[in-house]
């Protein structure tokens, strides 16, 4: 059957037996856990505990701290990597390194989907390695990566941590009432202060840093009928939770990069692109100068 045919679902499941297949050519497989950064990237890191469990992988758990360390405890073992943004312009400042560290002494390092840029120096060296294997989350990585020769395309692991049934569309009527989150980044991975806007004082809540943990973090999009964001994991949740989202692309088109492959035209009915003069008709932002 041709790719553009097949279901969010069952392209998991192909994406995802390929992985497992690869991931179970030879020696054990420790999961790297206890990940640097937000919200967000624990998300990831459940979605791809699921992808292995669901598909029989047998892991053992291997902490950042324990692969820094004591990294001889991978020798003639493959790590596997959780789907990660640290391999970014602006955010690349460990994760390279400690694989970079890893890969002298596993037999594999496997990076599952992630988003890449090669031509941030450190990162380019630690996918140089013979032993790295990178697999993207969205082609524009691919095509950065493949002609390295062992780069791979599949999803990114964070949709895993949901039910691949596909959501029915939000009611808007649960018990916490009909409500709008808004989820807008509080970083330097904003665009909106760099193009003279800023968010209005009240309105705003960034529960990938503000959420106390994971299931928080979810709750508050479970309760909202509708979601406007500019993070990609808040997005991808609001999508596979059946919600309404509207996003702002952040830097690089990450959104609307990620959502033509993951998503195609699956669920073009409940995300919908935004930009700031529509954000701004909805009292979210205002122009920096009328703050």
Same mark, same amino acid.
């Given at each position: ?5 097949? !279901? ?38 459940? %979605? ?100 390295? %020769? ?19 569309? !939000?009611? %808007? ?15 330097? %991975? !904003?665009?909106? @202060? ?29 309760? !909202? ?47 919908? @692109? ?7 008709? @909805? ?9």
């Amino acid at each position: 059957m041709n790719q553009s045919a097949l !279901s969010l679902r069952e392209r998991a499941d192909r994406y995802g037996a390929a992985i497992r297949s690869f991931l179970q050519q030879d020696g054990p497989v420790f999961l790297l856990t206890e990940m640097k950064g937000n919200i967000g990237d624990r998300l990831i890191q459940r %979605g791809t505990e699921r992808l292995l469990d669901s598909h029989a992988v047998p892991y053992d758990r291997l902490s950042v701290a324990a692969v820094a360390r004591t990294p001889h405890r991978l020798v003639g073992a493959t790590l596997a990597v959780p789907g990660s943004g640290a391999w970014t312009t602006r955010w690349h400042q460990w994760l390279p390194d400690l694989v970079l560290l890893a890969s002298a002494h596993a037999d594999r390092v496997v990076v599952l989907p992630s988003s890449f840029d090669i031509a941030v120096p450190v990162v380019g060296r630690a996918l140089s390695q013979p032993n790295v294997y990178p697999i993207c989350r969205e082609p524009r990585s691919f095509r950065q990566l493949r002609t390295r %020769g062992r780069a791979a395309l599949a999803l990114d692991p964070a949709l895993y941590a949901f039910d691949f049934r596909t959501p029915g569309a !939000s009611s %808007g009527a649960d018990r916490f009432g009909r409500r709008t989150l808004v989820a807008l980044r509080t970083d330097r %991975g !904003s665009g909106l @202060q760099a193009h003279g806007w800023s968010i209005v004082d009240g309105v705003n809540d960034d529960i990938s840093v503000t959420a106390s943990d994971l299931d928080s973090f979810l709750a508050a999009i479970s309760g !909202s009928a509708r979601v406007v964001t500019d993070r990609l994991h808040v997005a991808v949740a609001g999508v596979m939770l059946g919600k309404h989202v509207d996003y702002l692309d952040p830097y690089d088109l990450k959104i609307s990069t990620y959502a033509r492959f993951a998503f195609r035209d699956e669920f073009d009915d409940r995300l919908v @692109q935004r930009d700031e003069r529509w954000l701004e008709k @909805q009292a979210i932002v205002q122009s920096a100068g009328g703050a």
